[in-house]
């Protein structure tokens, strides 16, 4: 599931300002979809479970946390709006001031109007900006914050899994073991069976038969069993390089299919050669096993063929001592031969079936280890296309990262180049204000001109002409050029 806030925001009125500027923000949270698992943990919650409770709480949390941001925003677009309107009936009692009270105001409004007003919408744009500002600061504390929670808490369910795959394979390491000893046991009482036997090579040939068929199972049994061991520590291995590998990723900007790709083909060539080597040594083993048994088994077929015709020949000595017996005696003795026959004959089939137990036991725990290893599978894939998840939006994550930061800078430029702007309309108004000055001096020095003119004409004298009139330089004040602003009044608007 996939969540999308989007909030945009005009700070500046494009009809009014040409160099206007447009921030919008775009955040972009990624959900994880449960996938259902037999696999439980000891509180009888599977760990995709806590983990979905887990984000699903942060994500109301972030959804309850939008609420309110919305509410004070929106208090404070009321607020605004309260106080534009509040700003307007003051305006207009203003100008009401100014047509009533005002000569020179007009003219003051005229001069610094324009300038008045750029300073205001610029001080406007600027607390704006700021806010702006320190709200998306803040988002991005939280969303980083909320990632590394994220990891975190991803982090600990990976520990907690392999930990619980750890005491998993401890314990059929240990059964193992256990069944090794139990075969091992029944191997011994085998063999002293087998002495047991040695006696009556006459009447238990078929005996024999059946016991040598049994131990080239037991040793089939024992080829299966150490291929068994191999092929789990083998798989044990693999999962452990596996992890491995997983744990060193360390940088989120990398090309994750390929680097799947080429590690999974590496990965693939390196299982072939280690199974190819694996199976020579093997098969190697069991010849040069084989070959020992067989000799073995030649051995002692010559052996039992010795004791045979040692037997014969005892046999035809107790044949002619015994021709003397009584046939009553013969008879006792073959009743005993058969009761010993009987009760061996038991014990071999109590040992046929604690030895086809042993097998189905070995079926049914290799069967459990291979569906063990399957959930292994399908979970490392899980995880890794979590992994994979997570690796794709960190990377969408320091993208808009950047983003921001470049309007932070841009944003910044633009506040500075006011100030600039500022700073030099405050050195103009300066520059004005001492030309005023200037004026009201030079004002000054013709009207005491003029006085002086005045005195010397009211003074009767009949032989001096009358003084020239005064020339318009000298009676005017002289008249303000288009670029000099008119001289300041002392109604305050």
Avoid: C
Wanted: charged share 25%; glycine share 2%.
């Amino acid at each position: 599931m996939s969540f999308t806030y989007s909030n945009s925001r005009q700070f500046l009125n494009n009809s009014e300002k040409p160099d206007s500027t447009t921030i919008r923000r775009t955040i972009v949270e990624h959900g994880v979809r449960p996938v259902e698992n037999d696999n439980k943990t000891q509180s009888g919650q599977s760990a995709t479970d806590v983990a979905m409770k887990t984000i699903t709480k942060q994500h109301q949390d972030e959804q309850r946390e939008l609420q309110e941001l919305n509410n004070k925003l929106s208090t404070y677009i009321d607020h605004v709006q309260r106080l534009e309107n509040r700003n307007a009936d003051l305006s207009a009692v203003v100008e009401d001031l100014k047509r009533k009270w005002g000569g020179d105001a007009a003219q003051l409004h005229a001069l610094y109007g324009p300038d008045l007003k750029t300073l205001r919408d610029a001080i406007d744009d600027s607390q704006y900006g700021h806010i702006s500002q320190e709200l998306k600061l803040k988002r991005f504390e939280y969303d980083i914050n909320q990632a590394k929670q994220l990891i975190a808490a991803f982090d600990g369910i990976k520990v907690y899994d392999l930990n619980g795959l750890q005491q998993e394979l401890n314990m059929s390491i240990q059964e193992l073991e256990n069944i090794t000893d139990r075969f091992n046991r029944q191997l011994e009482l085998l063999d002293q069976q087998r002495t047991n036997l040695a006696n009556f090579h006459n009447e238990l040939d078929g005996l024999q038969n059946e016991l040598m068929t049994h131990q080239l199972e037991s040793i089939t049994v024992e080829s299966e069993l150490q291929t068994l061991k191999e092929l789990i520590a083998f798989e044990d291995a693999l999962y452990q390089a596996q992890r491995e590998e997983l744990l060193s990723i360390t940088t989120p900007l990398l090309d994750v299919s390929n680097f799947y790709r080429n590690e999974l083909t590496r990965a693939i060539l390196d299982i072939r050669q280690d199974f190819d080597v694996l199976q020579q040594s093997q098969a190697i083993e069991l010849e040069e096993y084989y070959r020992m048994k067989i000799e073995h088994l030649q051995q002692e077929v010559a052996e039992d063929n010795e004791r045979k015709r040692l037997l014969n020949m005892t046999n035809e000595t107790v044949d002619k001592s015994l021709q003397t017996s009584s046939w009553k005696d013969l008879d006792n003795i073959y009743q005993q031969l058969k009761i010993d026959n009987h009760q061996l004959q038991g014990n071999l089939d109590a040992l046929s079936d604690d030895l086809a137990k042993i097998q189905e036991e070995h079926i049914r725990e290799r069967e459990i280890l291979d569906r063990e290893l399957n959930q292994l599978r399908d979970e490392l894939s899980i995880k890794q296309e979590t992994i994979d998840n997570m690796l794709g939006n960190n990377i969408s994550l320091r993208f808009e990262l950047s983003t921001y930061r470049r309007l932070l800078n841009s944003e910044e430029q633009r506040l500075n180049r006011l100030d600039q702007q500022q700073q030099q309309q405050q050195q103009q108004q300066q520059q004005q204000q001492q030309q005023q000055q200037q004026q009201q001096q030079q004002l000054t020095n013709s009207s005491a001109l003029t006085s002086s003119s005045l005195s010397s004409t009211l003074t009767p004298s009949s032989s001096r002409p009358p003084p020239p009139p005064p020339s318009s330089s000298s009676r005017l004040p002289p008249s303000p050029s288009p670029s000099s602003p008119p001289p300041p009044s002392n109604k305050i608007m």
